[in-house]
């Protein structure tokens, strides 16, 4: 290796560590804060928050990486221009492609380590950081419950005056809101002088035992003018046990479990033979009801007070193509009535299979998606580079002001595109391979446009060609006296 490429590596090499490790640091506490309320108040010790942080921190590369590779490129190539390091290089001999060559060849390995990376490592840590958030209640039962506030654990708001013992299990000053199943508010409160968290890792409930206590319930009667009395029931126990269901210790995991499922767990051949199995099911149920609905769909011409002999006969009398001239106008409201009830029942079994089939098409696409998007993840370290390096060379400004402006336009950008792609996408407008890749289509004109213009020394913007139309009407208007 050259004097100049050891050059031209090690300057991008400083500067690409330099902005990935500020920029990680910065998603990773855009992590925290979007995890604050399972992090916040539940005794978490240093472990386990470093483990939460660890399993999370794969997921953030993917977003990191490519604004790294722009980011370094225009400060590097922005640097060697406004230092005239690149106008030395040309003065040499050396041309701009010249210089690229061996940082292409280190984005060409970084692209393989961003799709083994992503194909590998962060489904890894995907599963465990999913299976994390669920079984944190079950390494230690008293996270579930912090001290001397409400916590929402399903159709319960429980809290606590103390917590005590080596895990926080033994409580005390336990007061309880049951939500009602009808949806009208907490009727049932439950006070307790003590209680227990009793937990199994191999189990999915915990108990709360507790100890002293007693129980209110409103009470509803059925008769209005009875209501404002507002009646309740009161009895004390000696003990009582509550199962709690994990699953719903925190809504919030939940609720990403459902989104994220399992196909961000999944590399690339296991991707493909789910969406295989997909398909197929989708393929055997759409099958299946065209041949149910077909069989179902008849026209309902014999009334239900006439006889088959009958029907036959009237139809045989019948010289008119109508069906139902030989019936009475009571045997036609009946049948008509039939057919009406039949076509109903048609079309709502048709419209909920509809929207049973789009949600397994979404399902599809959106796993479809995620295959395209490792590899957009290699893509983009490309795309990056050829953005970068060239608007960094005609920009000439090195640095973190400029550069930076330009970075997250660009990075904006290409963000915005993908998840507009995405969630189209999703929604069957498009296929999933355009969606991924349409950030990627969108900007790489750009890319190649910059570099055009870089390796043949032309700023962003002719301004020569811009004013020199009105430059030729001025000429025009006030002409010379020579």
């Not at 299976?131 to 001290?147: G, M, T």
């Not at 199962?243 to 493909?272: F, P, Q, R, Y």
């Not at 959106?366 to 060239?390: D, Q, T």
Request: net charge positive.
């Amino acid at each position: 290796m050259k004097i100049l490429d050891k050059y031209l590596l090690k300057s991008f090499l400083i500067t690409f560590t330099t902005v990935f490790v500020i920029l990680f640091f910065i998603f990773i506490l855009q992590t925290v804060w979007l995890f604050i309320t399972e992090l916040a108040g539940k005794d978490l010790d240093f472990i386990m928050i470093i483990k939460f942080l660890l399993f999370s921190m794969p997921r953030i590369i993917p977003l990191v990486l490519p604004l790294s590779v722009l980011l370094a490129s225009i400060m590097t190539f922005g640097s060697f221009s406004e230092n005239y390091e690149l106008a030395a290089m040309k003065s040499s001999g050396i041309s701009l492609q010249r210089c690229f060559r061996t940082l292409i060849v280190f984005i060409s390995l970084l692209s393989i380590v961003a799709f083994m990376f992503a194909n590998n490592v962060i489904p890894y840590a995907e599963y465990k950081f999913m299976s994390f958030r669920r079984n944190i209640a079950q390494v230690k039962p008293a996270l579930a419950i912090a001290e001397g506030q409400f916590n929402t654990v399903g159709v319960y708001n429980i809290k606590v005056n103390k917590k005590s013992g080596d895990k926080g299990n033994f409580l005390s000053g336990v007061t309880i809101h049951k939500k009602s199943l009808m949806g009208d508010g907490n009727k049932t409160v439950i006070k307790a002088k003590t209680g227990e968290l009793i937990s199994n890792e191999e189990s999915n409930l915990l108990q709360l035992v507790l100890k002293d206590g007693y129980y209110y319930e409103d009470v509803t009667p059925k008769k209005y003018e009875d209501r404002e009395k507002m009646p309740f029931v009161k009895s004390s126990f000696k003990r009582d046990i509550i199962n709690i269901d994990l699953s719903k210790l925190n809504t919030t995991a939940v609720e990403d479990t459902k989104d994220a499922n399992t196909k961000g767990m999944l590399d690339v051949s296991e991707l493909i033979y789910t969406i295989d199995s997909l398909s197929k099911s989708k393929a055997t149920e759409t099958k299946s009801f065209s041949e149910n609905i077909n069989q179902r769909v008849t026209i309902p011409i014999v009334s239900t007070t006439t006889s088959t002999n009958d029907t036959v006969k009237k139809t045989k009398k019948s010289n008119t193509k109508d069906p139902l001239a030989p019936f009475t106008d009571d045997e036609k409201a009946t049948v008509y009535k039939n057919a009406l009830a039949n076509t109903q029942s048609t079309v709502a079994s048709i419209n909920g299979t509809l929207s049973d089939l789009k949600l397994k098409q979404k399902n599809i696409n959106s796993h479809e998606f995620v295959i395209y998007e490792k590899f957009v993840i290699a893509f983009a370290c490309f795309l990056m580079f050829f953005i970068g390096a060239p608007l960094g060379a005609i920009i000439r400004k090195g640095g973190i002001g400029l550069p930076i402006v330009f970075a997250v336009l660009i990075f904006i950008t290409f963000h915005f595109i993908n998840t507009f792609g995405k969630r189209i996408s999703q929604e069957d407008g498009l296929t999933p391979f355009v969606g991924a890749w349409m950030s990627s289509f969108i900007l790489t004109p750009l890319a190649l446009l910059l570099t055009y213009r870089a390796i043949n020394d032309i700023g962003i913007i002719n301004m020569d060609r811009i004013t020199e139309p009105f430059q030729k009407l001025v000429k025009k208007l006030f002409p010379s006296k020579n």
